[in-house]
C-alpha cells in the first residue's frame, strides 16, 4: 500500500518515520522546505524514543499533487486550523478510492473538511475519516529527527459518513492496528481529550510558561491539584454536550486508561500515573497549538453546540475569554461553530443522521 502523510511537523515525521519501519511505501508532504530539506535529500527520518532508527520514506515534498498520486491512504497530520487550506490544496488531485484521515481532526475536523470539498465540487469517491487523538507522544527535536514518548494503546476513528467505516476499517487494520474503528464523528469529536488537558493547563501556567520559556514538564509540573480540578469540570461540561447526541463519553480519567493503561483516584493521580508523560515540556510561549488549534478548534465547536441546545459550559466559556484576552484576538469569530460547519438549525436527530449515513 502507498501511504502520504501530509504534515511534516512533530506527528508527521514520526508517523512517517514509523510507516516506513513497517515496510510500506511512504511520501511526506509539507507546506514549506524548511522542515524537510534534510528528509528531500537523505529520504531518512530518525527516530528516538519508544522507537529507535534510521528509516527511509520514498521521497518528500512540498508539490500536494505528486505527494498524494496513487495514494490509497492519505494521513493528514496538521494542527486542526489547517485542515481548510490543506483541503482546498488537496481538492484539485484527489483520486477515486482514495481514504483521507485526520489526525487528529480535533471536534468537527471531518464535517469541515468535507464542507471544503464539497465547495470546491470535489465529485471524486473519497472518504474522510478523523481520528480522536494522535497515535503517538511525540516531539521533533530537529528536522529529520522524532521523538516518540509513547505510542498509544488504542485511538478511536470513524469515517464521515459512518455507513463507510467498514472500508476505512478494512484499510487501516493493515497499517497501524492500534486504530479502533468506532461508530461515528461524534464520538471521534466530542471525546476530544484535548480539550481538557491543554488549554486550560497551559492558561492557569501562562507566568511560568512566560518567564522560564517553557522549562517544566507540562504534565507532570504544569498540572497541580487545583489545576487538575479545573480541568476535571471542563471535562464534565464536554461529556454533558456530547451526551445530547446519545453517545456516551468516556471521560478523561476513563480515556488515559483506556490509551495508557494508568489509573488513578482522580484526574490528578492518573495523569501522575501516566509515565508517556515523562520528559514533555511545555510550550516555550503561549503563541502555540495548544491555544491557536484547541481554542478555536476544539472548546469552540463544544461551547457553540452546548449553545445551539441549551447546555451551559461556564467553564469551557471562560477560557475561551482568558484565551481571548491573552492572545489579543477573538476565538469565537474564527473557531469552528455550528453554523460554520454546516449545521445550523438542525437538530439532534438531522446531525446525527448525516454523521451516520450521509446527506442526500
Not at 487523538?133 to 485511538?155: D, L, Q
Not at 484535548?194 to 493547563?201: K, L, Q, R, S
Not at 501516566?274 to 510561549?285: E, V
Request: with cysteine.
Amino acid at each position: 500500500m502507498k501511504i502520504a502523510v501530509v504534515g511534516a511537523g512533530n506527528g508527521g515525521q514520526a508517523l512517517a518515520g514509523y510507516l516506513a519501519m513497517k515496510g510500506f511505501d511512504v511520501s511526506l508532504f509539507n507546506r514549506s522546505k524548511r522542515r524537510i530539506s534534510p528528509i528531500i535529500e537523505s529520504h531518512k527520518i530518525k527516530i528516538e524514543g519508544q522507537i529507535e532508527g534510521d528509516f527511509k520514506v520514498s521521497f518528500a515534498t512540498t508539490n500536494m499533487e505528486e505527494a498524494i498520486k496513487g495514494r490509497k491512504l492519505i494521513m493528514v497530520v496538521v494542527p486542526a486550523f489547517a485542515h481548510k487550506d490543506i483541503a482546498k490544496k488537496m481538492a484539485p488531485f484527489l483520486e477515486d478510492g482514495q481514504i483521507v484521515v485526520l489526525n487528529p481532526g480535533r471536534t468537527g475536523g471531518a464535517l469541515e473538511f468535507r464542507n471544503i470539498l464539497k465547495q470546491e465540487e470535489v465529485k471524486k469517491d473519497v472518504i474522510i475519516a478523523e481520528a480522536q487523538t494522535f497515535i503517538f507522544a511525540s516531539r521533533m527535536s530537529n528536522p529529520g529527527v522524532a521523538k516518540v514518548f509513547r505510542i498509544k494503546n488504542a485511538v478511536p476513528v470513524s469515517a464521515l459518513p459512518a455507513t463507510r467505516n467498514p472500508e476505512l476499517e478494512e484499510v487501516l487494520r493493515q497499517v497501524i492496528p492500534e486504530f479502533d474503528v468506532v461508530s461515528s464523528v461524534i464520538y471521534t469529536s466530542f471525546n476530544n481529550i484535548a480539550v481538557v488537558f491543554h488549554p486550560a493547563t497551559l492558561i492557569l501556567n501562562a507566568a511560568r510558561v512566560e518567564t522560564t520559556a517553557g522549562k517544566f514538564e507540562f504534565y507532570f509540573e504544569g498540572i497541580s491539584p487545583s489545576v487538575a480540578k479545573v480541568l476535571e469540570k471542563i471535562d464534565e461540561e464536554r461529556c454533558q454536550v456530547m451526551k445530547l447526541f446519545n453517545v456516551e463519553p468516556m471521560t478523561a480519567k476513563e480515556w488515559l486508561n483506556y490509551a495508557y493503561d494508568v489509573r488513578g483516584r482522580n484526574l490528578y493521580e492518573a495523569i501522575r500515573n501516566n509515565s508517556g508523560y515523562r520528559g514533555i515540556f511545555a510550550p516555550t510561549s503561549l503563541d502555540n497549538r495548544y491555544l491557536l488549534e484547541d481554542i478555536p478548534m476544539s472548546l469552540v465547536p463544544m461551547a457553540s453546540f452546548g449553545e445551539e441546545f441549551n447546555v451551559k459550559t461556564p467553564i469551557i466559556d471562560s477560557i475561551i475569554n482568558l484565551s481571548n484576552i491573552m492572545m489579543e484576538t477573538n476565538f469565537w469569530k474564527v473557531g469552528r461553530t455550528v453554523e460554520r460547519l454546516g449545521l445550523s438549525g438542525k437538530s439532534i436527530d438531522e446531525i446525527i443522521k448525516i454523521v451516520e449515513e450521509g446527506e442526500e
